[in-house]
């Protein structure tokens, strides 16, 4: 049951989806291996809650119902050491944490152009433009493949 949304809106689901896939983003931007699911369940486990690998999947794809689950989400922001304020969208820090989270995933973006740039030294201008502006947009697009557009 999906509403029509007007330009630019974002459901929760999608939104919640963003907040995941950026997290999961950062712990390999930071120069870590992705986390699994089965990573983050027996994170979660560890805490006494339960994640299935379903719930999981339409979670970070922002499909299907909305995680309303306090304990879940507090658990996940546990799980990725950040404020549970983040997953639960109280007050400003949400907003604060998403934009360093943004931050640390551009400085990632930054690291690859560089090294492109060095290990392509005869690569004309051009190509290196080409090169940064697909990094950039790999960077905007959720797993799922929509587009989210640039932070607002």
Same mark, same amino acid.
């Given at each position: *049951? %999906?509403?029509?949304?007007?330009?630019?809106?974002?459901?929760?689901?999608?939104?919640?989806?963003?907040?995941?896939?950026? &997290?999961?983003?950062?712990?390999?931007?930071?120069?870590?291996? =992705?986390?699994?699911?089965?990573?983050?369940?027996?994170?979660?486990?560890?805490?006494?809650?339960?994640? %299935?690998?379903?719930?999981?999947?339409? *979670?970070?794809?922002?499909?299907?119902?909305?995680?309303?689950?306090?304990?879940?989400?507090?658990?996940?922001?546990?799980?990725?050491?950040?404020? =549970?304020?983040? *997953? @639960?969208?109280?007050?400003?820090?949400?907003?604060?944490?998403?934009?360093? @989270?943004?931050?640390?995933? /551009?400085?990632?973006?930054?690291?690859?152009?560089?090294?492109?740039?060095?290990? &392509?030294?005869?690569? /004309? =201008?051009?190509?290196?433009?080409?090169?940064?502006? &697909?990094?950039?947009?790999?960077?905007?697009? =959720?797993?799922?493949?929509?587009? /989210?557009?640039?932070?607002?």
């Amino acid at each position: *049951m %999906s509403a029509a949304r007007g330009a630019g809106e974002v459901s929760p689901q999608l939104e919640l989806a963003r907040k995941l896939n950026l &997290l999961l983003d950062v712990v390999v931007a930071e120069g870590n291996t =992705p986390y699994t699911y089965r990573q983050i369940e027996a994170g979660l486990n560890e805490r006494g809650l339960t994640l %299935s690998r379903a719930r999981w999947a339409y *979670m970070i794809t922002g499909e299907g119902p909305l995680v309303t689950d306090q304990a879940l989400l507090t658990g996940i922001a546990e799980f990725f050491r950040i404020p =549970p304020e983040y *997953m @639960l969208g109280d007050g400003d820090l949400p907003e604060r944490v998403d934009a360093q @989270l943004e931050f640390v995933k /551009s400085l990632r973006v930054q690291r690859v152009v560089s090294f492109a740039a060095r290990m &392509l030294g005869d690569v /004309s =201008p051009e190509t290196l433009r080409s090169i940064t502006e &697909l990094l950039e947009t790999e960077t905007m697009e =959720p797993a799922d493949g929509s587009t /989210s557009g640039p932070p607002a």
